[in-house]
């Protein structure tokens, strides 16, 4: 990227919390280095005198946010969410997601059905005709028998590879492994989920689907583009 390339995951996670973030919301913060210029945001307005209660989806996120002054409530603690902001790895054209790489799409995905508006913040290099083509399909699992577990996730059409950071299985917020799953593509994400989901030792997968209301692109020009 050249120094006067515009930063494309700046423009499209300010935009939406400058869209969508209201005083007196509560705000689902999401997780990755997208959605991490949109907390950043949040802390601006918070700065601002801005009352906001947030609930993070992930201890990365909450990190963050605290750091810059916001304070983070349970989900439990809130009664829903008024908008969450979180970044995806793949978008499909029927606004269907592919998220997780960031390790984080257990709480992501509890967050996101407590949230009565889930804004997802992408480049377009994030858009895909088909999802699976580019992207693994994380799915995170128990720790115990994850070999089983994996070797009946690659029973559904895929190569399962257990994820690894410094050389040490990478373990989630909860605990848990992650098996990032290659798939050619995903023909069917609902027929797939429902299979994934039957699998024991499964505790979620990465498919988000009908989670989305709108998704907020960036493009190589600097223009934002609004998928409702
Ligand atoms: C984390 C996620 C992230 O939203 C996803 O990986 C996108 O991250 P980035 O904005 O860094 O590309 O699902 O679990």
Redesign the pocket.
């Known amino acids: 990227m050249t120094s006067d390339a515009p930063n494309l995951?700046k423009i499209v996670a300010e935009k939406a919390v400058d869209d969508y973030v209201k005083d007196g919301m509560t705000v689902g913060l999401?997780?990755?280095?997208?959605?991490?210029y949109a907390i950043k945001r949040v802390g601006e307005l918070v700065g601002n005198g801005y009352e906001l209660k947030c609930v993070a989806?992930?201890k990365r996120t909450e990190d963050l946010a605290q750091s810059l002054g916001v304070r983070i409530y349970d989900v439990d603690e809130v009664e829903h969410i008024d908008v969450t902001i979180?970044?995806?790895?793949e978008v499909d054209p029927q606004k269907q997601l592919i998220?997780?790489?960031?390790?984080?799409?257990l709480r992501?995905k509890i967050v996101a059905a407590a949230s009565l508006s889930e804004v997802i913040?992408?480049d377009s290099s994030?858009i895909v005709d088909k999802l699976g083509v580019k992207t693994p399909l994380?799915v995170e699992v128990i720790r115990y028998g994850h070999g089983k577990t994996a070797y009946a996730l690659e029973r559904q059409g895929c190569k399962a590879t257990l994820r690894l950071s410094g050389g040490q299985p990478f373990v989630t917020d909860a605990g848990n492994y992650i098996y990032d799953c290659k798939f050619e593509s995903i023909e069917n994400p609902f027929f797939l989920e429902s299979r994934i989901d039957v699998v024991p030792g499964v505790v979620e997968n990465?498919l988000f689907l009908n989670t989305t209301d709108v998704v907020l692109i960036s493009h190589p020009d600097g223009r934002v583009t609004k998928k409702d």
């Open positions: 995951k999401g997780t990755g280095s997208t959605a991490e989806t992930s979180d970044g995806a790895d998220k997780g790489l960031g390790g984080a799409l992501e913040i992408v994030k994380p990465g």
